[in-house]
């Protein structure tokens, strides 16, 4: 071996100049012309094939085998990054990602688990609290006001807020409601099994009156107000649940279209309903949609309701007053002009006040309700679907029972649920002597229940458009009294029933489609 070769190898000459018919090799830079590069490609870099290994008389091109590797070439746009307009990149997994990348993966992701992505680092709370700033729509379960308050004043753009409290609403929440979230339109809050809604008349009437922008309000559990005295310009919607023995009662909000009152059936309930009905006329003049649920329900009350003079209602709905005679049903009738939707649920209107109903409306009435009217019979069900064509919805259950003293409370309401439900029966009760005959044909109805109907023992549908039939707990309704020509039935709800009747809804309804 020659001396030659204990001396370190010359570095390769640099580069020349591109000229024609000569230029550089790409992965070790040297002039190509009769060159035999050894160094790895860019493939078997990436972990492709790899060529023969170098020998060591080219061990001096390791130095430029960075330079091969990262050899400017345009990148597809597949491989491009996501560009972020300030620039930032936070470090993911050993590499670069941009924060606008990250902030709409959170986006994406539960409340919960953009609180848990905050916890990791302050990168990762910066990115949260971006979350948080343009977040327009917030549901949360908190168990504590405490989330709340160090949540809500990061939210500047909330315009929704849905609260599902498992802890008491509280001054404490109601102080951090109203002093975060200044865009806030829509607020909803249901209370867990065990929560306690603390909220008092006072409290509510501060906050609507502090939210300039709130349109919708809906707030569960509402016994503990004491008082309601609301006003407000931007309120559309107003619904409260649980209410209990308003001292006052109070709403000024003129641009209100929707209102809903739902209160407790508690003895001591003593709310007067005929000063809130009466002064909702002034205090509420462009109401459309009205319903109020509560014992105290009474012919008065409806009266003030008729002296309010609101004939711009489309949907109107008083139930459990078992106090509202057909003379309810006259006042409705001169105050409204065009009902949609009418539920007289619980009342002890009679045929004669069905009557009137189909005479003042069958040209707009489309949704009836006349559950637990026990005063009514066959006769007004059959004069209800003869006299409104445009009904679509028809709601007799309960109201056709034979024996109020046999009958199991709480009857079951079937679910709808795109197919035909044939749940198991209870056990048989006594049959009754008394049976009635019920007839229904109407071109448009597209659902009919009749759950609860006990004194049925004959019935005949032929309804082309009706999808949704029930029939829970018809206990005394005979197979083979039963004919039911609806081609497009889809649901039909029989818990309770004989399972000879069970039979004979699926042999005049379920039909194995027939594929050709």
């Given at each position: 071996m020659s001396s030659s070769s204990s001396l370190p190898a010359k570095p390769p000459p640099p580069p020349r100049p591109k000229t024609r018919g000569s230029y550089n090799c790409g992965r070790c830079g040297q002039p190509k012309k009769g060159h035999v590069c050894n160094l790895p490609s860019p493939a078997a870099a990436d972990g492709g094939a790899a060529p023969p290994s170098p020998s060591p008389s080219s061990s001096g091109g390791d130095t430029r085998l960075r330079r091969a590797l990262s050899f400017d070439e345009p990148s597809s746009p597949e491989k491009k990054p996501r560009p972020d307009h300030d620039g930032r990149t936070m470090e993911l997994g050993g590499r670069a990602v941009p924060v606008d990348l990250v902030v709409e993966v959170l986006r994406r992701l539960g409340p919960r688990g953009v609180l848990d992505a905050a916890a990791v680092s302050r990168a990762w709370r910066d990115c949260a609290d971006r979350v948080w700033r343009v977040a327009e729509e917030l549901?949360?379960?908190?168990?504590?006001?405490?989330?709340?308050?160090?949540?809500?004043?990061?939210?500047?753009?909330?315009?929704?807020?849905?609260?599902?409290?498992?802890?008491?609403?509280?001054?404490?929440?109601?102080?951090?409601?109203?002093?975060?979230?200044?865009?806030?339109?829509?607020?909803?809050?249901?209370?867990?099994?065990?929560?306690?809604?603390?909220?008092?008349?006072?409290?509510?009437?501060?906050?609507?009156?502090?939210?300039?922008?709130?349109?919708?309000?809906?707030?569960?559990?509402?016994?503990?107000?004491?008082?309601?005295?609301?006003?407000?310009?931007?309120?559309?919607?107003?619904?409260?649940?649980?209410?209990?023995?308003?001292?006052?009662?109070?709403?000024?909000?003129?641009?209100?279209?929707?209102?809903?009152?739902?209160?407790?059936?508690?003895?001591?309930?003593?709310?007067?309903?005929?000063?809130?009905?009466?002064?909702?006329?002034?205090?509420?003049?462009?109401?459309?949609?009205?319903?109020?649920?509560?014992?105290?329900?009474?012919?008065?009350?409806?009266?003030?309701?008729?002296?309010?003079?609101?004939?711009?209602?489309?949907?109107l709905s008083l139930i459990l007053g078992s106090k509202m005679t057909d003379a309810a049903v006259a006042s409705i009738v001169r105050s409204c002009a065009s009902l949609e939707l009418l539920d007289l649920s619980g009342s002890s209107i009679s045929d004669s006040g069905v009557g009137m109903i189909c005479k003042a409306f069958p040209h707009t009435l489309s949704r009836l309700l006349l559950a637990l009217c026990p005063n009514i019979t066959t006769c007004g069900i059959q004069a209800a679907t003869a006299q409104l064509p445009l009904l679509q919805l028809m709601d007799c259950g309960m109201s056709l029972r034979s024996n109020l003293q046999n009958e199991k409370q709480g009857a079951y309401f079937g679910e709808i649920n795109g197919r035909i439900r044939l749940c198991p029966k209870l056990p048989t009760l006594k049959k009754q002597p008394m049976r009635q005959k019920l007839i229904i044909k109407h071109d448009n109805l597209k659902k009919l229940s009749l759950w609860g109907c006990s004194a049925i023992d004959a019935l005949y549908v032929k309804c082309p458009e009706l999808i949704d039939l029930n029939l829970n707990t018809c206990t005394n309704l005979h197979p083979e009294r039963l004919l039911l020509q609806c081609p497009n039935l889809k649901n039909v709800h029989a818990f309770g029933c004989q399972d000879m009747l069970i039979g004979a809804i699926k042999n005049q309804v379920y039909r194995p489609k027939q594929h050709t």
């Amino acid at each position: 071996m020659s001396s030659s070769s204990s001396l370190p190898a010359k570095p390769p000459p640099p580069p020349r100049p591109k000229t024609r018919g000569s230029y550089n090799c790409g992965r070790c830079g040297q002039p190509k012309k009769g060159h035999v590069c050894n160094l790895p490609s860019p493939a078997a870099a990436d972990g492709g094939a790899a060529p023969p290994s170098p020998s060591p008389s080219s061990s001096g091109g390791d130095t430029r085998l960075r330079r091969a590797l990262s050899f400017d070439e345009p990148s597809s746009p597949e491989k491009k990054p996501r560009p972020d307009h300030d620039g930032r990149t936070m470090e993911l997994g050993g590499r670069a990602v941009p924060v606008d990348l990250v902030v709409e993966v959170l986006r994406r992701l539960g409340p919960r688990g953009v609180l848990d992505a905050a916890a990791v680092s302050r990168a990762w709370r910066d990115c949260a609290d971006r979350v948080w700033r343009v977040a327009e729509e917030l549901r949360l379960r908190p168990a504590a006001a405490g989330l709340l308050g160090a949540l809500l004043p990061r939210c500047a753009a909330l315009s929704r807020l849905v609260l599902h409290m498992e802890s008491a609403v509280d001054a404490t929440m109601l102080s951090c409601l109203a002093f975060s979230c200044s865009s806030l339109e829509t607020l909803e809050i249901t209370m867990a099994d065990k929560a306690i809604n603390n909220m008092t008349g006072e409290e509510l009437s501060r906050l609507v009156s502090e939210k300039h922008s709130l349109s919708i309000l809906k707030i569960g559990g509402c016994s503990n107000l004491g008082f309601l005295n609301l006003s407000s310009s931007s309120l559309n919607v107003l619904w409260l649940s649980d209410l209990c023995s308003l001292s006052e009662s109070v709403i000024s909000c003129p641009n209100m279209s929707e209102l809903s009152l739902c209160f407790t059936q508690q003895s001591s309930e003593c709310t007067d309903l005929v000063s809130l009905m009466d002064g909702l006329g002034r205090s509420c003049p462009n109401l459309r949609n009205l319903h109020i649920s509560s014992i105290q329900l009474s012919n008065e009350a409806v009266s003030a309701l008729e002296a309010a003079n609101l004939r711009g209602l489309c949907m109107l709905s008083l139930i459990l007053g078992s106090k509202m005679t057909d003379a309810a049903v006259a006042s409705i009738v001169r105050s409204c002009a065009s009902l949609e939707l009418l539920d007289l649920s619980g009342s002890s209107i009679s045929d004669s006040g069905v009557g009137m109903i189909c005479k003042a409306f069958p040209h707009t009435l489309s949704r009836l309700l006349l559950a637990l009217c026990p005063n009514i019979t066959t006769c007004g069900i059959q004069a209800a679907t003869a006299q409104l064509p445009l009904l679509q919805l028809m709601d007799c259950g309960m109201s056709l029972r034979s024996n109020l003293q046999n009958e199991k409370q709480g009857a079951y309401f079937g679910e709808i649920n795109g197919r035909i439900r044939l749940c198991p029966k209870l056990p048989t009760l006594k049959k009754q002597p008394m049976r009635q005959k019920l007839i229904i044909k109407h071109d448009n109805l597209k659902k009919l229940s009749l759950w609860g109907c006990s004194a049925i023992d004959a019935l005949y549908v032929k309804c082309p458009e009706l999808i949704d039939l029930n029939l829970n707990t018809c206990t005394n309704l005979h197979p083979e009294r039963l004919l039911l020509q609806c081609p497009n039935l889809k649901n039909v709800h029989a818990f309770g029933c004989q399972d000879m009747l069970i039979g004979a809804i699926k042999n005049q309804v379920y039909r194995p489609k027939q594929h050709t």
